[in-house]
């Protein structure tokens, strides 16, 4: 027994400094304890303590995941969702991300993305912003402005 509290002792203060180095969510702290070992009921203690204490909040999670997408990578809603819910966020963390975030950049970096694909072919310009997330309204919206 006392190994076992020793061991989730030492998987706390990894996983506290794993989570006071960047954003994470339940599912990347989950996946960080299964590969330094810990068993499921050492995982449950663990992230119950995390959550209590604000380690870990997947809504501030989302949050901050739908401004660093926008902003930096310029991905639209579609790609954004999607990779929250491979996170195994909950929609309404999902939804209420999105719900914040600044129409007026993510107009803004669509535009900036159509400019830079200026003199290709309307169908692979299409194609690359679908891949990037954007949907087919947002597209032709700003394609023919």
Excluded: P
Aim: aromatic fraction near 10%.
């Amino acid at each position: 027994m006392e190994n076992k509290e020793c061991s989730v002792q030492s998987l706390l203060a990894k996983a506290t400094r794993y989570c006071a180095s960047a954003e994470h969510c339940t599912q990347d702290v989950t996946d960080k304890l299964t590969q330094w070992g810990a068993d499921s009921s050492q995982q449950e203690d663990v992230l119950l303590y995390l959550v209590e204490n604000k380690y870990i909040d997947d809504k501030r999670y989302a949050d901050a995941f739908v401004h660093d997408k926008v902003h930096y990578q310029k991905w639209g809603i579609r790609k954004i969702q999607a990779a929250l819910k491979a996170k195994r966020i909950s929609d309404n963390d999902i939804q209420a991300a999105v719900n914040v975030l600044d129409r007026d950049v993510y107009d803004s970096n669509l535009q900036y993305l159509i400019k830079q694909k200026k003199g290709y072919q309307r169908d692979n310009i299409i194609r690359f912003l679908l891949q990037r997330g954007y949907t087919m309204n947002e597209i032709l919206e700003k394609l023919f402005v």
